[in-house]
């Protein structure tokens, strides 16, 4: 078995998603400016998360959840790895096209489940216009995604991190094409000569972005996996015996992932009935996704294929040290960014969106709702550490059922908070929610021997890991204190900014270095060996 190096891996992963996530970071500041939290932008936001919603139910969740063990077992044995996946392609694609039709005609019923309080208002129509035009987008993110699963099981993880930041490049170039006027002649004749005056000139080129960005992606892909030597090809679906052992695993976590996005419409629906709720949720839920993706995303990505190999290998000590390590540096660079969102969030929310039509008001129920998400974070991540011990085992039944659990956990938590404290109920039912399964997948691995259990070395770094990252957060309360007035100063906040995050890095690996957290040699050696 040619190992794949985790290290390396997640490098090169976290850097790539890590510019995507800056460069998602410019897109929603340019909508936070010039959109604000009105109608426009709440609608955009329901319709951009209508096919995302179903890409992670289809693609990145339940069918690359089982896609992905199946295939890097094909490839450890030789047992025909490129017919597999083009049977796989062609099987995920008739699907998608069908659903996509259905979902034209069903958009209202779709818009009204995500956002129902909408109905009575502009937003609705706004939202069904908008998520017609976006929908398709699933069809070509989630083949993307499939291609993605097959450059990641055989160690090429460069393309498809990659891909991400086109997204991104494409929506940012289209609203400042928006904003330019180059294409207001045209934008004028599609929403009528006020589209100017409310944004929503700039709402509709954004959507037809989200479309054409979609195909960009699965252009990229598709080459990078014919590069690296698996030429995809269109064909006729056809259900083989690999396919039906593909849909039997694949069905628990279409369950799962329907669970996982029950519990995104809980939040929506409950922050639907909070004027500019949805806007804080989304910036918020942007905030806390920059670790989550140069972290979490990056160690599921990597330890998914790596894992199932050598299962397949019979490495129970080579997984083992795989599983310690992901949770390792998982936990290394989510603790500290937990407690920051957790102690500077008005820093970062007021510095990051505050211009515009992005108010002061708005400034302080994001960072309210960015603290709560920090205080989940790390959960986040360590599912995407827990969850690969039962994918590589094809087990995606009893994640499901944990799945189920943390889903009552939400809904009784984000409704029963939502009465006390208002749309924040969303963000704590998430957190809670999130805390229940990482708890129920820790539980559940007892049973699968050596390979599931954290080595010495974790337990030993954990607490130290968590003795500098308190170190930092005290030091950051401090300088954000004597920094206020610079953080409010149009000229300087966005210097002060920088300024507060570096002390804050230097505090938290000059500590960890001090107290034996980490190693600065051990990243810097991944750094070398991914060159």
């Known amino acids: ?65 089982a896609f992905i063990p199946l295939f890097s077992k094909k490839l450890e044995t030789a047992d025909a790895p490129e017919k597999f996946a083009n049977d796989a392609f062609a099987a995920l694609g008739t699907l998608l096209i069908g659903f996509t039709l259905v979902a034209q005609v069903f958009m209202p019923w779709l818009v009204l489940a995500m956002a129902s309080g909408f109905v009575g208002d502009a ?89 054409i960005a979609g195909v960009a992606q699965l252009a990229l892909l598709w080459a990078a996996a014919a590069r690296s030597g698996y030429r995809i090809r269109l064909q006729s679906p056809r259900l083989t015996p690999d396919l039906k052992r593909l849909a039997m695993i694949a069905l628990p976590a279409m369950l799962a992932g329907g669970v996982v996005q029950i519990n995104l419409l809980v939040g929506r629906q409950v922050a639907s009935f909070y004027d500019g709720a949805i806007a804080w949720l989304s910036y918020a839920d942007r905030l806390y996704q920059l670790p989550l993706g140069v972290v979490g995303i990056a160690v599921g ?142 539980r559940g691995t007892s049973g699968m021997g050596i390979v599931a259990r954290f080595d010495d070395r974790f337990r030993t770094r954990l607490w130290r890991i968590c003795a500098a990252s308190a170190i930092m957060g005290a030091t950051l309360w401090l300088v954000a204190w004597a920094l206020a007035p610079a953080l409010i100063t149009p000229g300087w906040r966005y210097l002060a900014l920088a300024a507060l995050v570096a002390v804050g890095i230097m505090v938290y690996f000059g500590a960890g270095q001090i107290i034996g957290a980490f190693r600065l040699t051990e990243f810097r050696g991944a750094a070398r060996r991914r060159r």
């Not at 989630?142 to 699963?149: I, K, N, T």
């Not at 940012?172 to 944004?199: D, F, K, N, P, Y």
């Not at 809904?411 to 039912?429: D, E, W």
Request: no cysteine; net charge positive.
């Open 301 to 442: 990505v990597v330890l998914l294929p790596d894992l199932s190999r050598r299962l397949a290998a019979r490495d129970d000590d080579g997984a083992r040290h795989a599983l310690s390590r992901a949770g390792e540096v998982s936990l290394a660079l989510t603790v500290p960014s937990a407690v920051a969102l957790v102690v500077i969030p008005l820093p970062l929310i007021s510095v990051l969106f505050q211009r515009g039509a992005f108010d002061a008001t708005d400034s302080a129920a994001t960072a309210l709702a960015v603290a709560i998400y920090g205080l989940g974070l790390p959960a986040f991540v360590l599912q995407k550490v827990l969850q690969p011990l039962y994918f590589a085992r094809e087990d995606t039944r009893t994640p499901f059922r944990f799945a189920v659990v943390s889903m009552v956990v939400n809904i009784v938590v984000a409704v029963t908070m939502a009465y006390l404290v208002g749309y924040l109920g969303a963000a704590i039912g998430t957190t809670v929610a999130a805390w229940t399964m990482v708890v129920q997948l820790a």
């Open 123 to 211: 937003r609705f129509d706004l939202a069904v216009f908008f998520g017609r035009i976006a929908f398709p987008y699933i069809l070509f993110i989630s083949l993307a995604a499939l291609l993605s699963g097959v450059l990641n099981a055989t160690g090429r993880f460069a393309a498809a991190a990659a891909a991400p930041v086109l997204l991104n490049i494409i929506l940012i170039g289209a609203m400042l094409l928006a904003e330019s006027g180059v294409l207001g002649g045209m934008m004028q004749v599609e929403t009528g000569s006020g589209a100017a005056r409310t944004g929503l000139h700039h709402g509709t080129v954004l959507v037809w972005g989200v479309l």
């Open 1 to 65: 078995m040619k190992p794949i190096r985790l290290m390396s891996g997640f490098l090169t992963v976290g850097v790539w998603t890590l510019l995507s996530r800056v460069l998602g970071f410019v897109r929603d500041i340019l909508i936070a400016g010039w959109l604000g939290t009105g109608p426009v932008a709440e609608a955009f936001l329901i319709a951009f998360s209508l096919p995302n919603m179903f890409r992670r139910f289809f693609a990145e969740g339940a069918f690359n959840t």
